[in-house]
């Protein structure tokens, strides 16, 4: 297959209409299966045109014609909502509901629920809006031209000049991204401050107090509440933020610095980051051994995808920043799309959607509703594979394999303390919506000195008075994702634990995990895998241990 093969008909808001229309008739007549299989059908179609029309404007956001496509499916998407949710409205209140579960499986049933409270016709030109302007924050990151060294660059393109050995290098880089920052403050803040009174004006409209319930909700989390949530948090600050304290005072020390600045962070190994070896193509087919050395079925994917044109890998100078994997599902193969700088986050991003991924294909005949699970289950996938390729690392990073595991891990802890302090802030954020830009940068500030005491930006001022959330584009689009990260963590380094002792049990043990896809909440499939759940006391605190052995 061929992603040249992958087409859908374009939809509009009269051929959304006639196909629910249709749908709806199968049900008057009381054919429940087919009703079902053909909406499963339909939307399988419209998200297979929608993942395409995105995709295309992240990979040129200068294009105007992909542009105006995106454009057009962020209009239509919330029509196409509207007729999700009154269709799940109305199995929900069939009178033969255990008919309804009988085709379609408990679990779809609990997210339809959950699905019915986010959405009201009365929030459709809301979605629109918040659409749009999330739009207007990926335009403006986009547009970044930085001047690094002589060369001209995106942000993603910042991050070799963010690990050079040479500390000056690293400080001027580091000024020149928080420059771009600072000189687009207004217009970042302008934005933000739009989205949360929208999401918070929605959250009215629906009755709720304000969007931190919708917002979860929005994340179909059905096992979980914000409670578990905030206890979790404080399991990171109690056993992450004092270790990664550790490591970035020894890092100090070793280095002989007065201070460790924030321009100091990203240099982990003080011989030099490792790095991958060779260009693209070097890459894929040194990734095309390890896979097959790791397992035979990730293997074949690997080279289904590569030889179907669906990697799109290296950064250009107008496409989108960041990393992901997104999916066509009339056709059951995934996308990867990444922007590789020459550093080792190639290979993690890599990794890590060839882990969504690999979930995605493995799970593409199941129902519509687990194609994909919901996010904090997705990470799992993604971010277990990032540990589970370290004893075939050589294969991308020949002898700098024990580095690059060393790296990866303090990396994984790193990241820790500011994935939680992402997900607080936004809880804050949304309960005080009436906050002026001001007062949300003090927010940060003050969480960031709680989980990163050790953050020290030096005379950068717009970090140091609490900028640092405006580069995350999941707190623009993608509320209350972040915490997900940290869950999905605790989750992937037990995977690793596993490896340790037994490789070939623990890759068994995920791919069964990978073909269950979506089809159950996050902790059942936690639990499915001979994980523990985050939640449960002491999870945290013993899979940090492990990793604090290899690194501390
Ligand atoms: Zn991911």
Redesign the pocket.
Known sequence: MKISDITAPKPSKDSLAAAYTRINQMLDEGDLAAGIAAWDEQRRQYETWSSLTHLHFEQDTADEIFKAEKDFADELAPAATSHEIALKRRLLAMSNRAAVEAITGAHALRLWQTDVTTFDPVIEADLEQEAKLYSRYTALRASAKIEVEGQTINLSGLAPFLQNLDRGVRYRAEQAGWQFFADNAAEFDDIFDQLVKLRHGMAKKLGYDNFIELGYRRMRRIDYNAADVARYRDQVRAHVTPLVAQIMEARRKTNGWDKLHSWDESLTDPAGNPKPQGDEAQLIASAQSMFEDMAPEMAAFFKAMNEGGFLDLTNRPTKAGGG??TSFPTAGMPFIFANFNGTHHDIDVFT??M??AFQNFSSRDLAFDYLWPT?ES??IH??SLEHLSYPYMSHLVGDDAARYQRLHLIETLQFLPYGVLGDHFQHEIYANPDATPAERHAIWKRLEHMYMPWRDYGDIEHGAKGGLWQKQLHFYGLPFYYID?TLASCCALQFWVKSRSDYRAAMADYIALCARGGSAPFQELVASAGLISPFADGALESVVKDAQALVA
């Open positions: 992901f994997c890590h959607e882990g969504h996010s997705a990470e993604s971010m990260y």
